[in-house]
């Protein structure tokens, strides 16, 4: 493991942005653990006295805020012997909160309605580590959820400097609220190193994180960062202890819908040994298609299946 957490700063964070040609903020082996601690909001959402603000947050605000919305990133870390065509296994070990508030924010012209709400709103909540809640304005206690809304590797070169709003092969901002602690990533690398970032610390969100925000905060997370070159993924994928999961992220969500579904296809087939045909139709019978989110430009869905559901039986004797 290495053994200096990455810390939020100035020097370790892009904001806005991934960009292949990047330079690697830390360098970590195949299998290594590291710690992460990422930041979130500009200096419009701060709140008032009371909460804690990480003074990190405060640094990466004064060195500068960048004309275009996106997200603050901490990284990238380079993956030793990574190349084109491998798979970055991103294990989500641990998540923990960082501060003791978050924010979520309406915009106008933004989210899942963007011509109903005509008013910025920004509300300050509460969260209580201790107890897993989140208070809504009317006293709702919400259960926290904590996962990173954004984790990716470098896009492929000729993309040059994309925003970091929009998810797509390179992982990013996926917002899928499965990726909690215990979960694990895979993303297909593009360039020599990987180049791993996250960032987009979100306390609990709903899938579709309709209104365009989740709950926004700063996390810490353990992750255990693996190269994978028995895998061959042109899309990223993810497990959770009891599911694998398949990704589509389009601005259509028709397409999106074909692209999870194709690549679960493929996924149950790989693993069982079963026919397309019977893949397609264990997919009708028992996977579950859900709305990632429809709020980053390419909107997202991802499919679930079982993984009790794909173990090979032994033939009898």
Known sequence: MSDTPLLASPETCHWGYFDASMSPVRTVR???????????GGPDMMPGDGFHIPPELLEIHAAGVPAMPGHILTGPVAVEGAEPGDVLQIDILDIALKQDWGYNMIRPLAGTLPYDFDTRRRVILPLDAARGVATMPWGLELPLAPFFGVMGVAPPPGWGRISTIEPR???????????????TLYLPVHVAGALFSCGDGHGA?????????AIETALRGRFRLSLRRDLALDYPQAETPAHVITMGMDPDLDRCVEMALRDMIALIVARTGLSREDAYMLC????????????????????MMAKSLLERETPSA
Do not use: P
């Open 30 to 40: 195949s299998g290594d653990e590291i710690v992460i601690e990422t930041v979130s």
């Open 169 to 183: 092969s390179h992982g990013g901002n996926i917002d899928n609220k499965e990726l909690v602690a215990g979960s």
């Open 205 to 213: 969100q709903g899938d579709g994180e309709v209104c365009v925000t």
């Open 284 to 303: 009708s019978l028992a996977g579950d298609l859900r709305v990632t989110q429809t709020v980053n430009g390419c909107k997202g869905i991802h499919m």
